[in-house]
């Protein structure tokens, strides 16, 4: 299987550099030369597999001959053998046709664990096949930050940096990181704030022969490999509710366009999605180019839902290529007017076909408040702020007689404030995850200095 750039400049890759690779080389994002299609007799005897053996067969697909079949199957049983739930993404009915697939049953209680816990297994499997390592640096403000840490915790081939502003993320957010005592991760808590630490990560990438030294390499979310792995539950969750014999639609809080894209690529394989119904918070980019047509970036404002607080949506490059026709060309015109002045408009027809797939929907604070409060009267479920923006966009676009799947993006415990104000219950953390409060926790505070931390990185490479 071989790997094309959206913007037509960059070499085609097979699917393993595809994923050590990253961004592509001419600044576009990676999607397969042709889509891998599925008949309904090969979905239908996806019926009953459970979740890791669906994960290697989906994943064999993008895979080709790159990777040999048992040890893809190898590499998804151990990514999906750290979930606190034997179903991994069990599907809950909430209403006559409206479900919830629950996507927070892995070690950081959020979706994101679904792609990075294969990411970090693939990484360690590509690297030591090559006889290469390789050393990961983030900057988080919470959340990013421990689900990579989980994804590569242990690894041998893998070393991670994670640079936080010291006393500036949450007790639960700083232990869910520094509790990972693994001789692999290092926790680097910087005197400075989350900008400091992102143009500290971004001073360590300029510097060529500092990232050449320790081959650097950043976990983004724009890895073909992370919508690889999230294709998956779509899947699982079409089969249960009787795919390829019935249709489907999907209801995804949205932020990046990374989640949502992976249910745009399962139709493309030949799975039934009738409607790819999109939920956003106040920052709407995505809801309003839906209405209009046009792109528009405006500032990001924080609301109740943090992981959707975003300005631009990487991910919808892809989808963009494939709305157009495959036109390297106009993506780049598109892509560098967005850089230049902050927009773009796509015309009249190839709005009407992207709206017959794409339906969305934007809630304000206050709504998702009154929606985790009506879903708690009316179903007992205890929902979380990502998650509910998504059961109230399936309200509106939902069709009658089609079944909608709402992805639920993150455990209500992970946002626990914002439930209580809603529900008056404070919802605990999974036992799994509740040790973190009591257990020891490893972490080194620093200077906000480049050289201080360089010197860190190269002294702990010189003695490993
Ligand atoms: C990252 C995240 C999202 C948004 O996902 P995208 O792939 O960026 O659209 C939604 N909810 C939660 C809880 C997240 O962590």
């Not at 639609?249 to 932020?255: E, K, L, W």
């Not at 999605?273 to 404002?301: A, C, H, P, W, Y």
């Not at 598109?334 to 850089?339: E, G, Y």
């Not at 104000?421 to 490893?442: D, F, N, S, W, Y």
Request: hydrophobic letters at 40%; proline letters at 4%.
């Amino acid at each position: 299987m071989q790997y094309i750039s959206t913007r037509g400049g960059a070499p085609q890759l097979g699917f393993s550099d595809v994923t050590l690779e990253g961004l592509a080389s001419d600044g576009g994002l990676y999607l397969p030369e042709v889509w891998p299609r599925l008949d309904k007799g090969q979905i239908r005897r996806l019926r009953g597999v459970d979740y890791p053996a669906l994960a290697s067969e989906i994943l064999h697909q993008f895979n080709g001959d790159d990777i040999p079949r048992d040890t893809l199957g190898r590499l998804t049983a151990a990514a999906y053998s750290s979930f606190d739930h034997s179903a991994i993404a069990p599907l809950k009915q909430l209403d006559t046709s409206l479900y919830v697939m629950e996507l927070f049953h892995g070690p950081t209680l959020a979706f994101k664990d679904f792609a990075l816990q294969f990411l970090g297994q693939l990484f360690n499997y590509l690297l030591s096949q090559r006889g290469e390592t390789c050393t990961i640096i983030g900057a988080t403000s919470g959340d990013t930050g421990s689900a990579a840490i989980q994804a590569v915790r242990g690894l041998a081939a893998v070393t991670l940096y994670m640079l936080h502003p010291d006393g500036k993320v949450s007790d639960v957010q700083r232990r869910q990181m520094t509790t990972v005592l693994d001789k692999n991760i290092h926790n680097l808590a910087v005197d400075g704030t989350f900008d400091d630490c992102q143009n500290l990560v971004k001073a360590m990438f300029n510097d060529k022969s500092f990232r050449a030294r320790h081959n650097l390499t950043a976990v983004n979310s724009i890895n073909w490999a992370r919508i690889a792995a999230q294709v998956v539950y779509y899947f699982r969750a079409a089969l249960e509710l009787g795919a390829p014999d019935q249709a489907v639609n999907f209801s995804v809080p949205t932020g990046n366009f990374g989640n949502v894209l992976a249910g745009y690529v399962a139709k493309q394989m030949g799975l039934p999605i009738n409607k790819l119904i999109i939920g956003s918070n106040s920052n709407d980019i995505l809801t309003r180019f839906f209405e209009s047509g046009k792109m528009e970036q405006r500032g990001v404002s924080p609301t109740l839902s943090p992981s959707m607080d975003i300005q631009i949506s990487s991910n919808f490059e892809r989808y963009l290529f494939e709305l157009l026709g495959r036109d390297s060309d106009e993506i780049c015109n598109l892509m560098q007017k967005f850089a230049d002045t902050g927009r773009f408009e796509i015309d009249p027809e190839h709005m009407t076909e992207a709206k017959q797939l794409f339906a969305a929907h934007r809630l304000s604070d206050g709504e998702t408040s009154k929606e985790i409060s009506r879903v708690y009267r009316e179903t007992g479920e205890v929902m979380d702020p990502h998650s509910v923006i998504g059961v109230a966009a399936a309200r509106i676009h939902g069709e009658p007689g089609v079944p909608t799947v709402v992805l639920g993006t993150a455990h209500p415990a992970k946002f626990a404030d914002a439930v209580q104000a809603a529900t008056g219950e404070r919802v605990a953390l999974p036992l799994a995850a509740a040790h973190i409060m009591e257990g020891k926790e490893q972490l080194m505070k620093v200077a906000n200095s480049l050289e201080t931390i360089q010197t860190i990185i190269s002294a702990n490479r010189a003695s490993g």
